[in-house]
């Protein structure tokens, strides 16, 4: 596209080298490492983010970047390099790379789904549903990419991708004749722009617990992160279907997002205990292979007998099915959709090679999650009449909100018989000043290290531990926090790591040949 077209869509854009108006642009680029002729280089850069893109102006001109987009400051002190100026470079990466493709969401259904946690198991229960009813979907998340037929592996470690990479996804969804666009959408991602003209059509909120403090500041700051999704239904564009907002009615924020739904748009909520809810569960049974529970719908009841583990994921499953609803796909239709999944990776994932107990991945890493899925396991621990003893091994990301620390040790010692705290991403802080941070609530709770639980930083060998401390039927090993991810970060480093393999290794070395 020519530079002065893609202008027009960044509002307050000043081009510092009026001749390069006619330039031909084939790429935007926000990594000085990408830039080359004929690109567009942006200098990311805003409160929080890991780096300020500026550093690397001079970079990518001397690379063959035909501009870079700055802030005015950083304009007014360069006059003689070809800048263009706007007011947040953030939002403006987000301009140009939709107007680049086309602005692509505009012609998809798109719905966002967002919240602390069970973001990513509603994101594929909600395109489950929405396949089995006939469309085809496209999806991108913490855990996958997906476009039409076409599913693989998210490698960036991040749920929302940056806004380039973002609408080039929904790009490919248009080209491949997708008709929803289901979207993981983070608080940083929404707050950085990133999802910036994704033209929601249907706004989902999971929850809002303890996460991100690092970022977002406060926990009323990190709420409100979150309730971009919904205004931006206010903003997108009309493409005929209506605005729909669908809340979690338990969340004790929910009107906080409801009242953040356009006039004219729908509100639904489903719930467990709010009566009010338009979508309710009710004779929820929990086994250690699914869900059953009944739900009462405004255009009828059924009954759902599920595959997924977790008694958590009876609001994920609501959500989907609320979101299916207001699309008016038929409870029949949802309810196939629903039991037909398996599972997703990585959450609540069984781990077998032999061995005589279970072993679960998840990847809950926040107090609320981890109690979630403790809570959910402490009473499965009963086998042949005894009681088995419920392990743990879990950590907590480096450089991350360092106040829900102390908070998860407070967690696996209401839960577990012995638990071991193990490196998760520690970044560049030193392993054992988190895991004494983490420790230090189990402490409070009267836990003894070296008695109670220990604390091991590599998290092999933490595993390893951890098997060793069961060896019965009814016993269980969770290993939380690091769920399908596929690399643990040390320093900068992304060195290569799946619980679950090292999980399988540890037992098949042990059990395998029994």
């Known amino acids: 596209m020519k530079l002065a077209?893609?202008?027009?869509?960044?509002?307050?854009?000043?081009?510092?080298?009026?001749?390069?108006?006619?330039?031909?642009i084939a790429a935007i680029v926000y990594?000085?490492?990408e830039a080359a002729p004929g690109t567009l280089f942006v200098a990311r850069y805003e409160k929080n983010y890991h780096t300020d893109g500026h550093q690397y102006v001079a970079t990518a001109l001397a690379q063959g970047a035909t501009a870079a987009v700055v802030l005015p400051d950083f304009a007014a002190a360069h006059p003689d390099l070809p800048l263009i100026s706007v007011p947040n470079t953030s939002a403006a990466l987000a301009d140009f790379a939709a107007a680049f493709y086309g602005n692509p969401a505009r012609k998809l259904r798109t719905i966002g789904v967002t919240g602390t946690d069970g973001k990513t198991t509603t994101t594929f229960l909600v395109s489950r549903?929405?396949?089995e009813a006939g469309f085809s979907t496209g999806l991108f998340g913490t855990v996958s990419f997906k476009v039409g037929p076409r599913l693989w592996d998210n490698p960036t470690r991040e749920t929302t991708p940056e806004a380039t990479e973002v609408q080039g996804l929904l790009a490919e969804m248009v080209a491949e004749g997708v008709q929803y666009a289901v979207l993981e959408s983070s608080s940083h991602g929404l707050a950085q722009h990133r999802l910036d003209h994704c033209e929601y059509d249907v706004a989902v909120l999971t929850n809002v617990t303890h996460e991100h403090l690092d970022f977002h500041g406060s926990v009323e700051?990190?709420?409100?992160?979150?309730?971009?999704?919904?205004?931006?239904?206010?903003?997108?564009?009309?493409?005929g279907i209506g605005k729909v907002g669908v809340v979690n009615g338990d969340d004790p924020h929910a009107q906080l997002y409801l009242d953040r739904v356009p006039q004219g748009g729908r509100r639904l909520t489903y719930?467990?205990?709010n009566q009010q809810a338009a979508v309710r569960a009710s004779n929820i049974q929990a086994h250690p292979a699914g869900l059953r529970y009944d739900v009462s719908t405004p255009v009828g009841s059924i009954h759902l007998d599920l595959k997924l583990t977790g008694s958590f994921n009876v609001y994920n499953s609501l959500a989907a099915l609320t979101v299916a609803l207001s699309q008016d796909i038929p409870l029949a239709v949802i309810k196939r959709g629903l039991e037909s999944v398996a599972g997703v990776a990585g959450r609540m994932e069984q781990i077998v090679a032999g061995q005589p107990f279970t072993c679960i991945v998840d990847y809950a890493?926040?107090?609320?999650?981890?109690?979630?899925?403790?809570?959910?396991?402490?009473p499965l621990t009963k086998a042949e009449g005894r009681d088995g003893k419920l392990i743990c091994v879990f950590g907590s990301a480096g450089e991350r909100d360092r106040a829900k620390r102390p908070m998860q040790g407070g967690v696996a010692a209401k839960w577990c018989d012995s638990f071991v705290i193990a490196d998760e991403d520690p970044r560049f802080e030193e392993p054992m000043a988190i895991i004494n941070e983490i420790a230090a609530g189990a402490e409070a709770a009267g836990k003894v290290a070296g008695r109670d639980f220990l604390k091991i930083a590599d998290r092999r060998e933490a595993i390893r531990a951890a098997f060793g401390?069961?060896?019965?039927?009814?016993?269980?090993?969770?290993?939380?926090?690091?769920?399908h991810e596929q690399c643990i970060i040390v320093g900068n480093e992304k060195l290569p790591w799946d619980d679950r393999t090292v999980a399988r290794e540890l037992l098949e070395q042990s059990y395998g040949s029994r």
């Open 5 to 24: 077209d893609l202008l027009l869509a960044v509002p307050n854009a000043t081009l510092q080298a009026a001749s390069l108006a006619e330039a031909e």
């Open 31 to 33: 990594d000085s490492r």
């Open 129 to 131: 549903v929405l396949e």
């Open 221 to 239: 700051q990190y709420r409100l992160d979150k309730a971009i999704l919904f205004d931006f239904l206010g903003s997108s564009a009309d493409k």
């Open 271 to 273: 719930a467990i205990h």
């Open 365 to 378: 890493h926040t107090p609320d999650a981890m109690d979630k899925v403790l809570g959910i396991l402490r």
């Open 469 to 483: 401390l069961v060896a019965q039927a009814g016993d269980i090993v969770v290993l939380l926090g690091k769920g």
